[in-house]
């Protein structure tokens, strides 16, 4: 499990330091629903989804987790101080990379999720690993099981306030990526913004500079 993890943070951190590569996987997985529908033509609401469809999804999915992924370490990066990106490279990241992610479960509760899952990981360190909080409450009449869902609702809301923007923005992109128009545009600031990235001297030029941010 270590050994997986490992790897993970490895590929996450290799797809934030190289943003020029990451912004050209998922603008080419944008345009591939745009591509899809221009050499196959529109799917008819009762046509079984295409196995190209399928494909697209999952590479949405893949790359998707990655871009999201290393906009957030980017984005961590210029709060420390140790960022070499832009805004608009970090903004870019994030967006397209949540579109890709929840476009085929846009319709999914992500934040009431993401909340209930953060709530039963801290009850369960609660209940496993720091017992002396419950033991404190007990000692002060306080029956623990009452204190723990009390910690529970409130994980459980703080969570939901802080994804519920994050899915808002996601849900949003899904529907552009389902739109053709503007999946061309997403596939072309994507590679815009990748051939900027690596345009001489690398890592100088974006959107965000060329427009004076």
Do not use: H
Request: with cysteine; net charge negative; proline share 3%.
């Amino acid at each position: 499990m270590a050994d997986f993890l490992s790897i993970m943070l490895s590929l996450f951190q290799f797809f934030a330091d190289n943003a020029s590569i990451t912004l050209t996987l998922a603008g080419l997985t944008a345009g591939s629903w745009l591509f899809i529908r221009i050499f196959q033509g529109k799917r008819e609401e009762d046509e079984k989804i295409r196995w190209t469809e399928v494909v697209a999804i999952i590479l949405g999915v893949i790359v998707g987790i990655f871009s999201t992924a290393a906009g957030f370490i980017a984005w961590s990066g210029s709060f420390s101080g140790t960022g070499t990106y832009s805004v608009s490279t970090i903004v870019i990241l994030i967006i397209v990379g949540l579109g890709l992610l929840l476009k085929p479960v846009k319709d999914l509760p992500w934040a009431a999720i993401i909340g209930i899952i953060f709530g039963l990981i801290v009850i369960s360190m609660i209940s496993f690993q720091m017992t002396f909080i419950l033991d404190l409450f007990e000692g002060l009449g306080f029956n623990p099981y009452w204190i723990m869902l009390i910690i529970f609702l409130l994980i459980l809301l703080m969570s939901y306030m802080a994804f519920k923007l994050i899915e808002d923005i996601g849900k949003i992109m899904g529907k552009v990526l389902s739109w053709g128009p503007l999946q061309a545009a997403v596939m072309f600031f994507c590679l815009f913004e990748a051939i900027l990235l690596i345009w001489p001297p690398p890592g100088f030029w974006s959107i965000a500079t060329l427009f004076g941010f």
